[in-house]
């Protein structure tokens, strides 16, 4: 009898090339953002990070060209994870004070599930100023938080909620200053509770019922 032909050899099941690729940059975006976070840019070493995300050296470049290239899509994926939760947050609400309500309960949110996040945006500002490379690269990524904060101001504006003599530009920087000053007190205090007490007594500030009647007069 002939001998049957050999049967073909199985294919092995796995994920498609794509989509380990995408989980691999993921994987490398969540490990250098907390590397950049701990340590700083300078710091960070791209072996430290090639070992904490389980591949090499070398593949890092295979997704971007340069540290500094890595710094910036890790700053576009935490700006990406922050004002989408900030643009969820506001969307019940169509008034300044309960919007930047829910916008600083979504930050003590944020950084309780990841204090990363804090982390590595309270050192944007000074990682920019020692690397003029990255504050260019970054130009483009911080539309995103400004646009936010102005629309906020801009629609307080619009719908008559500002006393007269409130620029719009002047409630963009405070509404700036209060939440990048509570991201700051967070990741330095390292204590999300302290972090939701004072956002709690702020929001209380901000409705007039921080004080006992009477006791500003």
Do not use: C, W
Not at 13 to 18: A, E, I, N
Not at 102 to 111: F, K, W, Y
Not at 126 to 142: C, F, G, I, T, V
Not at 175 to 189: D, K, Y
């Amino acid at each position: 009898m002939p001998r049957s032909a050999a049967a073909p050899p199985a294919k092995r099941l796995g994920r498609p090339k794509d989509v380990a690729s995408a989980e691999t940059r993921e994987r490398l975006l969540q490990v250098a953002r907390r590397a950049f976070a701990r340590d700083g840019f300078d710091a960070t070493t791209n072996r430290h990070i090639a070992d904490a995300a389980g591949i090499t050296t070398g593949a890092i470049y295979h997704y971007y060209p340069s540290k500094a290239d890595l710094y910036v899509a890790v700053y576009a994926e935490v700006q990406e994870i922050v004002y989408g939760a900030f643009e969820k947050a506001i969307a019940p609400f169509d008034s300044l004070v309960p919007r930047f309500g829910a916008v600083l309960d979504t930050a003590v949110e944020l950084n309780r599930e990841d204090p990363s996040i804090a982390g590595f945006v309270v050192g944007v500002a000074s990682e920019s100023q020692r690397h003029p490379e990255l504050r260019e690269l970054l130009r483009a990524s911080n539309a995103v938080s400004s646009g936010f904060l102005r629309r906020l101001a801009t629609d307080a504006k619009a719908r008559g909620e500002l006393q007269d003599g409130i620029t719009v530009e002047a409630l963009e920087d405070l509404l700036n200053a209060v939440l990048s000053g509570l991201a700051r007190f967070s990741n330095q205090t390292g204590d999300s509770v302290r972090h939701a007490d004072a956002v709690a007594v702020l929001k209380r500030f901000l409705a007039g019922t921080l004080m006992q009647p009477g006791a500003s007069r």
